[in-house]
């Protein structure tokens, strides 16, 4: 089984505020699992949250570059 993390521990890995993690649970943009009345995100939602909205450079060309110059 996955380690279970609170609002504040997923915020402290985003670098965020709680607020952000909050948000995402409540516009149920990210996986999370309910025990009792207390909210948990999986780990592995932390990551492929992370990897789904990873933004890859993008390589400079040659004309690029000679036109930042």
Do not use: C, N, W, Y
Request: proline share 6%; charged share 30%; hydrophobic share 45%.
């Amino acid at each position: 089984m996955d380690r279970l993390l609170t609002v504040d521990q997923v915020a402290e890995l985003l670098g965020t505020s709680a607020r952000f993690p909050r948000r995402l649970i409540e516009e149920r943009r990210i996986t999370f699992v309910k025990v009792g009345r207390h909210v948990r995100i999986p780990e592995a939602a932390v990551r492929a949250f992370v990897q789904a909205h990873t933004v890859d450079p993008v390589p400079a060309t040659r004309s690029r570059l000679r036109s930042v110059a």
